[in-house]
């Protein structure tokens, strides 16, 4: 071997997992779309392009929000990644070809009141709760937040049980929410229901916070993930008490229809092409390591559409200082692309890559 | 299994954790080895010890992304029984051929500064990727990386061969220039 051309190489062998990662990406999303541009050509021209075109045709485009609230951006401070718990129905092995997209009827007013025309009956949805509260209901105030949320607060706090931390641990948590679900699985509505727990990062002050809300397992994969996004029930607890109980429903009065997915691997490569959304205030550069790899629906009811993300959890840099995190603890944060395929994805200056 | 019940396994001293490794990441390592050494033999011997190695190395080591840490292993053991092997008497496998590619990148005497070490060039090779587009950055990482022949790589990107080649020709000549503004010695 020469020995320069030796060190270059074992050089290479040292690249970041993330450049390695990424390589492993080539699978057939170049050629899908060589192959998909061929394909089509050869059917417009031959039969009129009956199937494919029309197929496209009768799918919306859609629109990549970049709005995400107010609330500042969106990362979370660990000292391993392992430490954010957020159950899904999704793995990187399950193998997607289609998922559904809504429209998002709603919208807010001047006043930050929710308007809309959608068919979604919110009083039905607040009586269906109140029946299925029982004796519990006189002891609430139940109200309706935002579009289709309600919210169950309780005049007085229900006693869950003695010795329950302010700041549980995950093992305390799970044992929580196993009680909760024996005491008030009756009110949740649900045919499998399963327990997410969510969290386990740190806030400023160095404590770990989790949520605990259940969503139906039952079904397929798509009905599981968009229980998991849109028809959860969460519980709110407060030093061992039960304060209040959230009802989410998602409103799938407007379907757009069922949209191709690409996969995440070719998610990941949009992200390091610079094809993305996100509240954090950081440009990457796209070799950034990536955490944790989720896909979800973004429910806010300030969306253009209810359509699947990738949400990608991203190491922020160590010179990345916006909020001051525990000392020794890593940010992690959160970088958006769409999981329905790019040709469905209208070209705005959010995503036509000069936004970012 | 997933990949932190193996690693949990290896922690454990529970053998397991061979077997459940050569399951899960045997294809992929022995691909690694087998294109730098094109001698299954000598990539199942190196594939072998690349086992050993990571039996030795966790504990302490943790690795976070498990199938790349047994990757590097591999690739390197491959790459020194190559250079064992090609001592005396030349080779064909793709490792060799790859090595001699990179003597294109290899910096002119006369435009360089200093010596860097192994870890401040990867630096500089790492800085050198991430500027070029995401399709010329897989096709280098699959070659000088993973070693993959061209042929395969123009066949899973769906690109000729002759562009792959084309690709990597330049950003050999790229990666040249690059070192050399970056006064590098080797």
């Given amino acids: 071997m020469n020995e320069k051309n030796e060190k270059i190489l074992m050089a290479i062998g040292d690249i970041s997992d993330s450049l390695i990662e990424e390589a492993e990406c080539m699978r057939k999303l170049p050629k899908r779309k060589l192959i998909s541009a061929v394909a089509a050509a050869c059917v417009i021209l031959a039969i009129g392009g009956l199937w494919f075109a029309n197929r496209k045709q009768s799918l919306p485009m859609l629109e990549v929000s970049d709005y995400f609230g107010d609330m500042g951006y969106e990362g979370i401070a660990v000292y391993d990644i392992s430490e954010y718990k957020n159950t ?7 193998d997607i070809e289609t998922l559904p997209v809504f429209e998002n009827n709603w919208e807010y007013d001047d006043h930050g009141e929710i308007t809309g025309d959608s068919d979604f009956d919110r009083e039905a949805w607040k009586n269906e709760i109140e029946d299925r509260l029982e004796e519990l209901a006189d002891k609430a105030d139940i109200s309706i937040l935002g579009a289709t949320t309600i919210r169950v607060s ?20 799970q044992m929580i929410a196993e009680k909760l679900l024996t005491d008030y699985g009756w009110l949740l ?5 399963v327990v997410d727990i969510t969290g386990g990062n740190h806030n400023i002050y160095g404590e770990k916070h989790y949520s605990i809300s259940f969503y139906d397992g039952a079904g397929t994969f798509e009905q599981q993930l968009l229980n998991k996004s849109f028809n959860s029930v969460g519980f709110g607890i407060w030093e061992g008490e039960l304060t209040s109980i959230v009802f989410n429903r998602g409103d799938f009065t407007e379907k757009l229809g069922d949209y191709p997915i690409i996969t995440s691997c070719e998610a990941e490569e949009m992200i390091r092409s610079g094809r993305y959304v996100t509240s954090v205030p950081f440009d990457l550069l796209g070799n950034e390591e990536i955490g944790k790899t989720e896909l979800i629906y973004r429910s806010g009811d300030w969306e253009n ?10 190491r922020m840099p160590d010179d ?3 909020l001051t995190w525990p000392e020794g603890s890593i940010e992690y944060g959160a970088y958006y692309v769409p999981a329905v395929s790019n040709e469905y994805i209208a070209d705005t200056d959010i995503w036509d890559g000069s936004f970012n | 299994m997933k990949d932190s019940e193996i690693i949990d396994l290896y922690w454990a001293r529970d ?5 459940e490794t050569d399951m899960k990441y045997g294809v992929y390592c ?5 294109n730098i050494l094109r001698n299954p033999e000598n990539a199942e011997e190196c594939v072998n010890d690349t086992w050993l190695n990571a039996w030795r190395s966790m504990p302490p080591h943790k690795p976070g992304i498990l199938r790349i840490f047994l990757g590097r292993i591999t690739r390197n053991l491959s790459l020194n029984r190559l250079k064992y092997l090609t001592a005396e008497k030349r080779s064909n496998s793709q490792g060799e051929i790859a090595l001699s590619e990179l003597s294109e990148c290899v910096p002119s005497p006369h435009n360089v500064e200093r010596e860097f070490d192994r870890r401040e060039l990867t630096r500089i090779i790492e800085d050198f990727l991430v500027k070029q587009n995401s399709i010329k950055r897989i096709v280098f990482v699959r070659r000088y990386w993973y070693m993959d022949p061209i042929n395969d790589i123009a066949d ?8 792959t080649a084309s690709i990597l020709f330049r950003m050999r000549k790229d990666l040249k220039d690059h070192l050399e503004k970056e006064g590098i010695e080797l």
């Fill in chain 1, 88 to 94: 899904s129905p999704w793995n990187e092995d399950i």
């Fill in chain 1, 154 to 173: 309780f005049e007085e706090p229900v006693f869950i049980g003695e010795d329950i931390p302010y700041s549980p641990d995950f093992e305390q948590i």
């Fill in chain 1, 189 to 193: 509505g649900m045919d499998e229901p």
């Fill in chain 1, 305 to 314: 559409c209810f359509m699947p993300y990738y949400r990608f959890w991203i």
């Fill in chain 1, 320 to 322: 990345f200082h916006v």
């Fill in chain 2, 15 to 19: 053998q397991r954790a061979l077997t």
């Fill in chain 2, 30 to 34: 022995r691909t690694i080895a087998d």
């Fill in chain 2, 156 to 163: 899973k990107m769906g690109i000729s061969q002759s562009k």
